[in-house]
């Protein structure tokens, strides 16, 4: 069931609120436990105040929700947004247990807040993103309410952010409509792929807005014609196998077109890293041998201020061998050489004394003599 793939694929599942986000990252966990290949799983609503599955990983494990409101004066939403934002500060660890559990689960399920523009148009949301793509085989499923999709203008709706979201991340993008156990989906796939019967539903329309979804409608032909589609019911978990074997399609994609963009944009990155750390050095270089110029300059040139600053860098606590001989004092034992000097330095002392004695008494030493 799992595409062969370089590591766990990661399915980032995104949608409007009441959409049966939540209850479709449940039934598939259900699924794939039935099927002896339990997934990982990652919740990052931090409102949520009950979860229908195990979760691996909870923001709200990390994150209290209502005291990140309480202490930055915040509402509903930006509580949402200033904990997920705190939440990809630490998404690094996030990664390295991912990493860990590679081996053991094929899947990543990321249930993601239920307004959607939070994760989708934040700071935070692209980097928790571009951090599994750049790693993952990842995969963004658009979870629709197909119940509240049955007026034209409606689904034009749901389609354009479907459209502004693949754009968005740039990567595989699969539509599930969820709710089929309330109304068959095959209505929607009947507009968008006869542009007529779409036409037709339009034409009972009455407002200016029909006039814009029908224009619309045209340039989303070419949306329409990759798009991969699947229905689903997540009370009665319909259409799950459907779903597997599109999101198999979709990993493919990802090796084939998105994974040489991520493996060049990271080779880009790298150079551009090495380039700034180059010019670093090289500053460096050229500040250090200024300070030895100027040092010439006032003591004269010596053996060791004429050296450049790559030399003083490299020999700097590297001793040659007489050095390091004559520097090695672990093998001298201090007592014998302190007492093997002493009686010879007491004798020198009291010839000097006796001759000193002589110069300034010379008849005293005459009548002794």
Known sequence: MAAASSGPVCVLVLGMAGSGKTAFVQRLAAHLHAQR???????????????PFPANIDIRDTVKYKEVMKQYGLGPNGGIVTSLNLFATRFDQ????????????????????????????????????EALASSFPSVV?????????TNPITFMSNMLYACSILYKTKLPFIVVMNKTDIIDHSFAVEWMQDFETFQDALN????????????????????????????VS???????????????????????????????????????????????????????????????TLTGSDD?????????????????????????????????????????????????????????????CDLQK
Not at 267 to 291: F, I, N, Y
Not at 334 to 360: G, I
């Open 37 to 51: 290949c339990p997934p990982y799983v990652i919740n990052l609503d931090p409102a949520v105040r009950e979860l």
């Open 94 to 129: 996030v990664m390295k247990f991912i990493e860990k559990r590679q081996n053991a689960s094929k899947y990543v399920l990321i249930d993601t807040p239920g307004q959607i523009e939070v994760f989708t148009w934040s700071a935070s949301g692209t980097i928790i993103t």
């Open 141 to 149: 499923v658009y979870v629709m309410d197909t119940s509240r999709s």
């Open 204 to 231: 009972q329309e009455t407002s200016y807005v029909s006039n814009l979804t029908r224009s619309m409608s045209l340039v989303l032909d070419e949306f329409y014609s990759s798009l991969k589609v699947v229905g």
């Open 234 to 296: 997540a009370v009665l978990g319909t259409g799950l196998d459907d779903f597997f074997v599109q999101l198999s399609k979709a990993v493919d994609e990802y090796e084939r077109e998105y994974r040489p963009e991520y493996e060049r944009l990271r080779k880009t990155l790298e150079k551009a890293q090495d380039k700034q750390k180059r010019e670093q050095l090289e500053h460096l270089w050229k500040d250090m041998g200024s300070v030895c110029v100027q040092g010439n």
């Open 304 to 364: 060791a201020s004429a050296m450049g600053p790559s030399e003083l860098i490299l020999t700097r606590g590297a001793l040659d061998e007489e050095e390091e001989r004559e520097s090695d004092t672990d093998d001298i034992d201090h007592e014998v050489t302190e007492e093997s000097h002493e009686e010879p330095a007491f004798r020198n002392f009291m010839q000097e004394a006796r001759m000193k004695y002589q110069r300034s008494n010379p008849n005293k």
